[in-house]
């Protein structure tokens, strides 16, 4: 989808701007690096407060999922069709934090206790503990999905629907909620459910 190309160039231009801007960062911050560091804080402390402080390494990364979703959630304020609304997309970041709870896993607790936590409490529970566990990325996934698609479907047939020069006013105030709201909401709550499902499965072992 090109317009997913298009959010990451925009973010990539965007962090080398930024980057350039604090070529020579103050010690007393003000003004525009005032703002990047607010935010940087910001992010470090929420990172903290969902996985623990112990797994604040993982600030940047989430930083990074969080502003690609909430740039591709607010894509369609211009115009286009958000990212988000293709399923390959959000499926693609839900297979990343999968990916990342499987191998931090097996990192913090050894192969051995991480397959045999499938056999937990009772080993007959095997096959639903599997299920279980492919559930997450398809639930993340189908979410932020959902509702930036369901936005999108409801904000066409009202499009459709609207006569003339209703098109320009109601159509705005809807925006502020579908693209706006909701598409702040899910940025946040994809990326809170994924700090819970790894930081889950790496609390286990420490």
Do not use: C
């Amino acid at each position: 989808m090109i317009s997913t190309w298009i959010v990451m160039a925009v973010l990539i231009i965007l962090a080398l701007v930024i980057r350039y801007s604090l070529k020579n960062f103050e010690t007393i911050p003000k003004g525009f690096q005032n703002g990047i560091e607010a935010f940087v804080e910001i992010f470090d402390s929420f990172t903290s407060t969902t996985m623990g402080e112990h797994n604040k390494r993982f600030a940047s990364f989430y930083g990074s999922m969080f502003l690609f979703i909430l740039f591709s959630n607010l894509w369609g304020l211009l115009g286009f069709r958000p990212p988000t609304s293709d399923y390959a997309t959000t499926a693609v970041m839900a297979l990343t934090t999968f990916t990342m709870v499987q191998f931090y896993g097996i990192k913090t607790q050894g192969i051995k206790r991480y397959l045999k936590g499938f056999l937990e409490p009772m080993p007959f529970l095997l096959p639903l503990n599997i299920i279980g566990e492919l559930a997450n990325p398809i639930s993340l996934s189908f979410r932020l999905f959902g509702n930036i698609a369901g936005g999108l479907v409801i904000m066409g047939l009202i499009y459709a629907a609207l006569p003339g020069i209703f098109k320009i006013g109601i159509p705005a105030v809807l925006h502020i909620y579908f693209d706006i709201f909701a598409g702040v909401l899910q940025a946040f709550i994809f990326v809170m459910l994924s700090m819970i499902f790894v930081s889950g499965s790496i609390a286990t072992e420490e």
